[in-house]
């Protein structure tokens, strides 16, 4: 009972701490990778230095060279949110105003419960998932709660107490209501041809090989789909090109009266949910964590040849290639915040409604189709 | 039969007229990939040529634009009017006469000059003191237009002026013939009148280096 209890919060701790570590590190790639886009060299001046009898001797050249790559920025950062004066306006309501980021960053984190981060491990005669929830529908439990996620942006817009922030958490709805239709249906492809909603089953079938040699991944079954969410997941990160309810030079945004760590918990929450897109994306269409030809045996490639792999080298490989796939979404993310511009308000109902939608309904007949032929 | 001129300008008057976009086009599909390959491909390269500098190779491709200013500064023109300065004699002493043409032409009228006799008669006079007050100066150039001795030169190539007070963009005789040795955190000294027998004990001990006569490599720098 205790060794199960500690296990689990082990996996909790492995997942927490991953996806934190990964939101706080996209704020050094935000500037590092943005700047070598732009051929700029980005924050490398942000350090600080250790007394020597505190380990600086040790220390201080290692410090300086994360300061020169602009890693403590980060640092910087938190400490300056964590400082700074925490603002209510008078017209806001305390009690809603402090609650609505909690909100928001409470269930963006919530939403990763039923992600499953590795295959099952199997050790000292114990099945251990790699997964803090083992939900059956867990896909169903991802959406619900990334669409409950926007609740904390609209109170954070209703409890301001200023036009801009209502202003921006209206748009924050209406923006909702135009992709979250889309994100659904364009799963229901996915979720007919794997034929179940629980990730874990989803992942494991997606090892399978499509004539022998193409790994089954989602990409591959339902490229319509993975197009369609992948538009509609990069809109529910609220970042550019879909920052209509931030949109800084039109109206500040939904966080226009937060300060100090309250509007950094906002601040994490974006970046939360771009890992959570990125992990949404790999689990459902990049094959989570499969590696090409990798079997619970070993490799067994197309070509032949077998490479026998132990049990805890399997999981291993399997975590480091879920890492992998989430990291190059999150690259692939901030590539897009960095180079297309901010879509207009019609224009993003336009897309919504007129194209994605559309799009991922036609997705699913086709995928009916197929599937039907297909048994 | 239409001139060249002509079709130019049909062009001109059709540019308003935007073209229809092909169905393809309007997926905004292929303008997506181009931006992001574009973008990528800064990405990688710059990525690739960082990591290149640290261990020393391709030294001579940037991998950034930015100029870090206080540390590197830009090579400005050689015409550039920058802070002033006052030429030297042989022996040190300030080639100016105390004509007193800058002083009389400077439409900011910054410059005080108080003149004093010189020992030679052959030179007449000399400045004790020459101050200029670059709160008032205008950068016009005048006074080196002036100047019938080649005595103030506009070219130190140092133009990052900035001080905490007025006083502070005060240039005394001793700043004026050598450039960049006032410490600009101390109350300037104003009107310090010099006998012509202190010049040649004003040289520096250590003349400090010109800033924008050379540009370091921008990716030096980390």
Known sequence: ?375 | MSSLSDQLLHRIRDAHKRRNLTWWERTYLPAVMQGLLLTSNHFWRNLFLHMAHRVGLFRNHPAAVTIQYPDQTRKTGIRLRTRHRLTKRDDGTPRCVGCMMCETICPARCIYIVAGEHPDPNVEKYPKSFDIDLGKCVYCGYCVEACPEDAIRMDTQRHDIAAYSRDGMWLDIKELLNPGTRVFNEPPEKFVQLEITDFPKLTPTAPPPPPGTSVTPPQAQR
């Open chain 1, 1 to 375: 009972m205790i060794v199960d209890l500690a296990i689990k919060l082990g996996v909790c701790a492995l997942v927490l701490g991953g996806v934190l570590n990964f939101a706080g590190m996209q704020t050094w790639l935000e500037r590092k990778q943005s700047a070598l886009m732009q051929d700029r060299i980005g924050a490398n001046r942000a350090y600080f230095t250790m007394p020597w009898w505190l380990g600086g001797w040790l220390l201080n050249p290692v410090l300086r060279k994360l300061g020169g790559l602009g890693i403590l920025n980060a640092l910087a950062d938190l400490l300056k949110l964590l400082t700074k004066e925490d603002i209510v306006p008078e017209q806001g309501d305390r009690f809603l105003h402090t609650l609505a980021p909690l909100l928001s960053v409470f269930f963006a984190l919530m939403a990763f419960c039923a992600i499953p981060i590795g295959p099952t491990v199997h050790l000292w005669g114990r099945d251990i998932p790699l997964q803090v929830a083992n939900v059956n529908a867990g896909l169903l439990f991802v959406l619900a709660l990334a669409s409950i996620g926007v609740y904390g942006v609209i109170l954070a817009g209703m409890v301001s107490g200023n036009n801009l922030s209502t202003l921006g958490g209206l748009r924050a709805s209406s923006q909702m209501i135009s992709y979250e239709i889309a994100l659904g249906v364009s799963l229901i492809g996915a979720i007919i041809w794997y034929g179940t909603l629980d990730l874990q089953v989803m992942i494991e079938k997606q090892g399978a090989l499509l004539g022998g040699w193409l790994p089954a991944w989602g990409v591959v079954v339902q490229p319509v789909g993975c197009l369609v969410f992948m538009t509609a997941a990069l809109a529910h990160t609220k970042r550019v090109p879909f920052d209509l309810p931030e949109a800084e030079p039109e109206i500040i945004g939904y966080f226009t009266e937060y300060s100090g760590m309250k509007f950094g918990l906002f601040f994490l929450t974006d970046f939360v949910e771009v890992v959570l897109a990125a992990a949404m994306v790999t689990t459902i269409f990049f094959g989570g964590w499969q590696v090409p030809y990798l079997t619970p045996d070993g490799f067994v490639f197309p070509w032949g040849g077998t490479m026998a792999v132990t049990h805890l080298a399997y999981v291993g490989l399997g975590l480091v290639s879920f890492t992998v796939k989430v990291l190059c979404f999150i690259w692939f993310f901030m590539l897009i915040r960095w180079t297309l511009p901010r879509f207009r308000y019609d224009q993003l109902m336009h897309l919504g409604w007129k194209v994605l939608f559309p799009l991922s309904l036609a997705n699913i007949i086709v995928t009916g189709f197929l599937v039907v032929a297909l048994s």
